[in-house]
Structures are given as C-alpha cells and as structure tokens.
C-alpha cells in the first residue's frame, strides 16, 4: 500500500501561484512513476500532469502546458505540482495518484491506470 497525502491548496486570484505538494508513505516511493489529477464539480477526473520514477520525463495536458511544473524529491517521498498564471478553469480539487504498472511509458493519462490516489486539496481561483 501507499498512503498518498496532499497539501498547498487554497483560494487564490486569477494569475497568482499555487505549489501542491503529495507526502507518501509506505512502499519505496522511486518504484512509482506519479500523476496529479483534477476533478471539478460535475466533471470527470481528468489527467494534469506526470513525471516518471526518477524525474526523467514528465507530460502534462496541453490546457496546463507551459503554466503548470511537476518535480519530485525522492529523498523526501515528496511529489509537487507548482502552478503558474493561475485561471478560473483551474479551480478543482486537485489528487496526487501513484502508478507503479506503467511507470515506464510517458502518456499514462487515464485514472485507471493509476494504483494508489490521496483524497486530495481544492483549489479555487476567483476572476
């Protein structure tokens, strides 16, 4: 099992910027390539960002491409997604998932593909 836990949400205006962070615990965290979803209300889950075990790729949606940067510290078991030029459309709650049975292919987009998901941060973004 891992125990996925996010912070560094909140309410923030239009252009401001946001760092999330994921804390995870229990099985070897570089076994894992990791993914940040985001889920509006009445919305489907839908994929943002990914960086592979080590940091060697990552890939992001084209809407967050150029704003938004996913990194990892392995030391720390740690997973970021540092959000720039924030928009209203990027109000979600925002989830940190692990995948460790793709953890080799760079386009992993899809929720199910994902082993372990933490309950997630909002974030509001106001005109």
């Known amino acids: 099992q891992v125990q996925l836990v996010e912070s560094g949400g909140g309410l923030v205006q239009a252009g401001d910027s946001l760092r999330l962070s994921c804390a995870a615990s229990?099985?070897?965290?570089?076994?894992?390539?990791m993914g940040w979803f985001r889920q509006a209300p009445g919305k489907e889950r839908e994929f943002v960002a990914r960086i592979s075990w080590n940091g060697g790729f990552t890939y992001y949606t084209d809407s967050v491409r150029g704003r938004f940067a996913i990194s990892r510290d392995n030391a720390k078991n740690t997973v970021y997604l540092l959000m720039n030029s924030l928009k209203p459309e990027d109000t979600a709650v925002y989830h940190c998932?692990?995948?460790?049975?793709?953890?080799?292919?760079?386009?992993?987009?899809?929720?199910?593909?994902?082993?372990?998901w933490g309950q997630g941060t909002q974030v509001t973004v106001s005109s």
């Open positions: 998932s692990a995948d460790g049975r793709y953890r080799g292919i760079v386009r992993v987009t899809t929720p199910d593909m994902y082993d372990y």
């Open positions: 229990g099985r070897t965290f570089s076994n894992y390539a």
